[in-house]
């Protein structure tokens, strides 16, 4: 299990995402309907559009952050390659469409995903760091647990060679 990830703070992650994304996509629809030249689309089904088509990167945004985040190894090794290559496959793809609603639903959707990865890292790095202190004096708890224990069998102060192999 990973330390510090539970049901709530996957509710809360997801849930602070969602209504980020939403308020993106709200802004978004509210300027492409206000400087299109000609009809205006209408507001609604554009921005439930735009969130629809926005949900599955927010999601993956969140938790590609918060779990390369949260852990303790050098994770930007692995996920910035990913990241990069999900950006550059979606600004070529974009460049192919020959819509600009199309283009803009991409483009908007690569904000969304970037927006949340930022969110999601800075999440699991609060997390990671405000547990720091936890853990050590939890292993501090340990130490004088065992050294107590050794102390009241008269096995010394020094902890044997053969229990670190």
């Known amino acids: 299990m990973i330390e510090g990830f539970s049901i ?33 689309e209408p507001f609604l089904p554009l921005s439930a559009g735009l969130f629809l088509y926005a949900l599955p990167l927010m999601a993956l945004g969140i938790v590609v952050g918060y779990l390369s985040s949260i852990s303790r190894e050098p994770a930007i090794g692995d996920t910035l390659p990913a990241v990069l ?46 547990g720091k202190l936890e853990r050590m004096l939890y292993a501090v708890e340990q130490e004088r647990q065992i050294l107590n224990y050794r102390k009241s069998r008269n096995l010394g102060e020094a902890i044997p060679e053969w229990v670190w192999k």
Do not use: H, M
Not at 12 to 24: E, Q, R
Not at 99 to 110: C, D, E, F, P, Q
């Open 8 to 40: 709530p703070t996957a509710a809360t992650l997801l849930g602070f995402g969602c209504v980020l994304t939403l308020a993106v996509c709200l802004a978004c629809a509210t300027l492409a309907r206000f400087t299109t030249v000609g009809g205006a």
């Open 85 to 130: 290559t999900l950006a550059g496959g979606l600004t070529v793809y974009v460049y192919s469409l020959d819509s600009v609603r199309k283009s803009l639903i991409a483009g908007i959707s690569l904000l969304v995903f970037t927006i949340n990865l930022i969110c999601g890292s800075a999440y699991g790095a609060y997390i990671r760091e405000t």
